[in-house]
């Protein structure tokens, strides 16, 4: 059955969000990726699955991606991917080591239509009434990506500056 899709990433494609971190124990965000985005996304077991996890028994190098699904109704869907690479040092006796994370956010759309008349139905709906109900969506899913990107980083105490008020006239 033909599908009409939309796809919007929750950061712009050059904003995409890359945490580097060299100190003690990169491998251990294995353990916490899923307790971060289950908690955060508010979602359960089935929503989320490991996709790949390698790691060198040589060099103590490793790779890993997890996904993450948040259905939100009918037709729209939030995706969520944590990608990490790094090392951990396996003669070291603390196990520094080092790490980057990438993660991204996509709000996600399908409309399932069987001929172009019913597609065209389905674009004037989308443009006229569901456009605003998909922004509404797609700053909750926003705010979601940013809770989960802090909660990376407080796991390994990376802490951005507050931001300076602007003075009161």
Request: glycine letters at 4%; aromatic letters at 18%.
């Amino acid at each position: 059955m033909p599908t009409l899709k939309y796809k919007d990433e929750l950061t712009h494609e050059s904003d995409n969000i890359i945490i580097s971190y060299v100190g003690k124990e990169p491998f251990r965000i294995r353990r916490h990726v899923e307790n971060i985005l289950k908690t955060t996304l508010e979602i359960d077991s089935p929503k989320f699955y490991l996709h790949y996890i390698n790691y060198d028994l040589t060099d103590g190098r490793f790779k890993a991606e997890w996904q993450a699904h948040k259905p939100w109704d009918r037709w729209t869907s939030l995706s969520f991917i944590v990608r990490c690479w790094g090392q951990q040092y396996l003669g070291d006796p603390e196990k520094n080591g080092w790490f980057k994370m990438k993660f991204i956010g996509s709000l996600d759309t399908s409309y399932d239509y069987t001929h172009s008349i019913q597609k065209s139905l389905w674009w004037s709906y989308n443009y006229i009434f569901y456009n605003k109900v998909r922004s509404a969506i797609f700053e909750e899913g926003r705010d979601f990506y940013y809770r989960a990107l802090i909660e990376f980083k407080k796991l390994y105490g990376i802490y951005q500056k507050e931001p300076t008020l602007a003075p009161k006239l």
